[in-house]
């Protein structure tokens, strides 16, 4: 608490009003909310079926996957952003044959952004949905099965619906994540203001220049998160 | 429609062995203690575990090799497993929304069937503001909904209290009759084995031990196990000439006069017992010592040692008179017309 609360206090209050107005304050908070949001719906189409393969079936290597899973949560981000580089610039591995194909860089992109978020957000949402499916009852999987649902089916219309609080916290807990992301962002996806400066990058641009500055940013990002957060939690996770 | 399977399912040192038929509109009903197999039984029929060895053929079709979804056999589990986030309504929509049914003709549907089984006032309602009672009814219906070649039920009424359990066993039994294709019921309780079903198969340790209709069960069982269930004592030995030989030197007069090998079974209630060797008609007379008393309904029931464990009933009063209590000894006689011995 002493560190927002340092926060607050330090706040330029008398020339809050017209700082807030700044133009790149609002393009960054935008970017931010937008790459949070697209990095959480990545891992939603990513992580659910991931943390379905983790929890419901067995094949060979499954705890190598399972222990792979959890490394962005161990590395630094920027080690991340590193690796990212590596797999999808402009040399990488898949990065050479994406821009040879298909004329499509990743790097230094807001979809790069978006990929660095997802990439150390991730955990958070394949752990949490793991752990509620393997809390929900797998047997209502089998009286699915046995009433002609497919696999699929009976994912969708009965165990989905079973974990939903599970994928919500996941989730939201995958969105607070990648909006604070630092590391992997600014190493991936450089800082770039209205292209990949997201909020983050902003405060750290900023407290290099303007201390005043950097601080009303990380009010800005703070009062956007406690607000959302606070919403979800009540809405979705029925958590007071 | 029936159904003929051999299922062989192998798990950690368990194996389920077991031939199963059931004809048309035919209920059988899988008997047998904890542990014997039974719902390993029935959910390697529904393809909820796949068999080792064996088949089976439902309606002429082999289909042990099919996904539970393709298998076309209805479930009603042991506690129901009612979709808990579904209205009853949504729960018994469920199969036919899978099987192609447009939303609005499973609704129909499920209506339909909802008013069949009494919950024409419960659609709209979650599982969990059901009553046990309730939600049994709307898992039968839900099962039923798919228009299933086969049905089973795991232990239907296991979790009813007792009065629930009598009136569910009625309406149930109406239901099953009205069901065209073959049903499996598993249970470890004799009495709904015998109120709802047509033919009783006594599954232990993996293997059918015996099978046949209430009567035959109750009168002739072959294991100790069905001997306990259906309240008789019961003997294997060797006949010869109306003779049973049942342990040792130990033999019992019997009314039925065959030769070979042959078990005998006779209730707690036509061993009487007495202070000093009985005179007269009696034949079969041997000393006992009481081991243990106890209260079985209106009768005390007292188990004794000697040549050959029995359980009699006697009387409270009879009971005070002869002083029966652990360690005391008496004479054990049995009509020769009140055992019944038939081939093992």
């Known amino acids: ?240 | 429609m029936s159904l003929d399977a051999h299922l062989v399912v192998k798990r950690d040192g368990f194996t389920l062995d077991a031939t199963l038929t059931a004809g048309p509109g035919e209920v059988v009903a899988l008997l047998g203690p904890n542990g014997a197999g039974k719902s390993t039984a029935l959910r390697a029929l529904a393809g909820l575990i796949g068999l080792d060895d064996g088949h089976i053929t439902l309606d002429g079709r082999r289909i042990e090799r099919d996904a539970p979804e393709h298998r076309h056999i209805g479930v009603v589990f042991q506690d129901y497993l009612l979709f808990p986030h579904l209205s009853a309504l949504d729960n018994v929509a469920f199969g036919p929304r899978c099987r192609g049914v447009s939303k609005t003709e499973s609704r129909v549907q499920a209506t339909d069937l909802l008013t069949r089984v009494g919950l024409s006032d419960h659609v709209r309602k979650k599982p969990r503001e059901l009553s046990g009672g309730q939600a049994q009814r709307v898992a039968l219906a839900r099962a039923l909904a798919t228009d299933p070649k086969l049905l089973l039920l795991d232990e239907p009424l296991a979790a009813l209290d007792a009065r629930t359990r009598l009136d569910t066993r009625a309406h149930l039994r109406g239901h099953l009759g009205a069901h065209n294709g073959p049903t499996v019921l598993v249970t470890h309780d004799p009495l709904d084995a015998m109120m709802l079903a047509d033919r009783l198969v006594i599954l232990e340790d993996g293997r059918v031990v015996q099978t046949g209709d209430a009567a035959t069960i109750t009168s002739q069982p072959r294991t100790d196990y069905v001997a306990r269930l259906v309240g008789l004592n019961l003997y294997r030995g060797h006949a010869s000439e109306g003779t049973v030989r049942v342990a040792g030197d130990f033999t019992l007069t019997v009314a039925d006069a065959f030769t070979g090998d042959a078990f005998v079974a006779f209730p707690p209630s036509a061993v009487a017992l007495y202070n000093v060797r009985p005179e007269g008609s009696p034949r079969n007379t041997w000393p006992a010592t009481v081991t243990a008393v106890s209260r079985q309904g209106d009768a005390l029931r007292i188990e004794l040692t000697g040549p050959i464990q029995v359980a009699a009933d006697v009387t409270s009063a009879a009971a005070v008179q002869l002083g029966l209590e652990p360690g005391r000894e008496v004479w054990a006689s049995l009509k020769a017309t009140e055992a019944t011995a038939y081939p093992a």
């Open chain 1, 1 to 240: 608490m002493l560190p927002l609360a340092g926060l607050l206090i330090r706040a330029p209050w008398t020339t809050l009003p017209e700082r807030l107005t700044e133009p790149g304050i609002l393009a960054a908070l935008r970017l931010s909310l937008l790459t949070a949001t697209l990095a959480t719906i990545v891992c939603l189409i990513l992580g659910v079926p991931l943390a379905w393969l983790l929890a419901r079936t067995t094949f060979p290597g499954r705890r190598f996957v399972r222990a792979l899973v959890t490394v962005p949560l161990v590395l630094p981000p920027v080690v991340g952003g590193v690796a990212l580089l590596l797999v999808f610039g402009r040399r990488g591995l898949v990065g050479e044959w994406l821009d040879t194909t298909f004329g499509f860089t990743l790097p230094f992109t807001t979809t790069g952004v978006v990929v660095a978020e997802a990439f150390v957000a991730m955990p958070f949402l394949v752990i949490s949905v793991e752990g509620a499916l393997r809390g929900a009852d797998s047997r209502y999987e089998e009286a699915a099965a046995t009433l002609g649902a497919s696999r699929w089916t009976a994912f969708r219309r009965v165990t989905l619906p079973l974990i939903a609080p599970g994928v919500a916290a996941g989730a939201v807990l995958c969105w607070a994540r990648a909006l604070g992301e630092f590391g992997a962002t600014i190493t991936f996806a450089g800082n770039f203001p209205g292209r990949t400066q997201t909020m983050p990058l902003a405060v750290y641009l900023a407290l290099e220049q303007d201390l005043d500055a950097a601080i009303v940013l990380s009010l800005v990002l703070l009062v956007v998160s406690v607000v959302i957060l606070a919403t979800l939690r009540d809405k979705w996770v029925g958590v007071t």
